[in-house]
């Protein structure tokens, strides 16, 4: 059984964790701010701890390094009320496990906290390569925890795109992404997906590039619309391409703009102009 420690939290917070079956099994225990959550873990361990939702990112950041002075290994999940672009990557370069600012969506923390449970100590599964607004670059071990976590990360970082946008580009990368990792690395242990997410002026880019020989490039049906109002209405059982990689790309080419592929087909662009 895992332990979590919540920060200060807000009663609905601990009742929507309570009610939510991810977390069924662990123990949740609440802290009364900061200085009773250090007290706290210097009298027992808990696997993740989740940060109050009124204290700011920088203060969190320094209080996640004192709990890894006390015990190393514990992740960690911050709560804020609004977190910026700098901020956000200040918390992934430190290793935070991920970060949520309102309006929350309870179900996604809830995943994210017994996910974070489950983790093993120490394995972080994301190498930094860039860290600057305009321009992240990571690279990933295959699993599919990792994906959301970095899908997490980059929506932070993309606030400033309007709501409806957004979630469409969110759902783009990740069939993309999930393309990558189970069919052009298998989930294979010891394989790695690169990601670069750039912001230019006009337009937002995202790349990935898996180790595997490449997914066929989605064809689309001539029954779907461009603006894939029609794939909308398909299930994700329904491959209308002949592979699940397929169907995964052809969705992500129904919310950008352009999707580019090399001659391999290992590695995509995905442009959405903005």
């Known amino acids: 059984m895992s332990r979590i420690l919540l920060i200060d939290p807000e009663p609905y917070l601990v009742k ?28 027992a361990s808990f696997d993740v701890v989740v940060t109050s939702p009124v204290t700011t990112v920088e203060e969190d950041l320094v209080l996640i390094d004192e709990v890894r002075d006390i015990r190393p290994g514990t992740r960690s999940i911050v709560l804020t009320s609004r977190a910026s672009r700098e901020e956000v990557l200040a918390a992934l370069s430190a290793r935070v496990f991920a970060v949520f600012s309102r309006p929350f969506d309870f ?22 390569l860039s860290a600057i607004p305009d321009w992240v ?32 580009l969110l759902i783009a990368y990740r069939e993309v992404l999930l393309a990558a990792i189970e069919h052009g690395a298998g989930r ?3 394989k790695l997906v690169d990601v670069v997410a750039v912001r230019t002026q006009r337009s937002i880019v995202f790349y990935a590039k898996d180790p595997g020989s490449g997914a066929e490039a989605p064809r689309m049906p001539p029954s779907i619309a461009p603006d894939g109002s029609l794939l909308r209405e398909l ?10 990689a397929a169907y995964r790309l052809l969705v992500a080419r129904t919310v950008v703009d352009e999707m580019i592929y090399n001659e391999t087909k290992n590695e995509v662009i995905l442009i959405k102009h903005v």
């Open 188 to 190: 294979a242990a010891g």
């Open 16 to 43: 929507a964790l309570a009610a939510s079956p991810v977390i069924a099994g662990h123990e949740v225990v609440a802290a009364g701010g900061d200085v009773d959550a250090l007290r706290r873990l210097r009298l």
């Open 235 to 244: 299930g994700p059982a329904q491959d209308v391409t002949g592979s699940a």
């Open 107 to 128: 179900g996604e923390i809830a995943a994210m906290v017994s996910g974070a449970a489950a983790s093993a100590p120490g394995h972080d599964g994301i190498q930094i």
């Open 137 to 168: 670059a990571v690279r990933l071990d295959c699993s599919l925890l990792t994906a959301e976590r970095i899908l997490r990360f980059i929506s932070e970082l993309r606030t400033e795109v309007p709501q409806t946008d957004r979630e469409g």
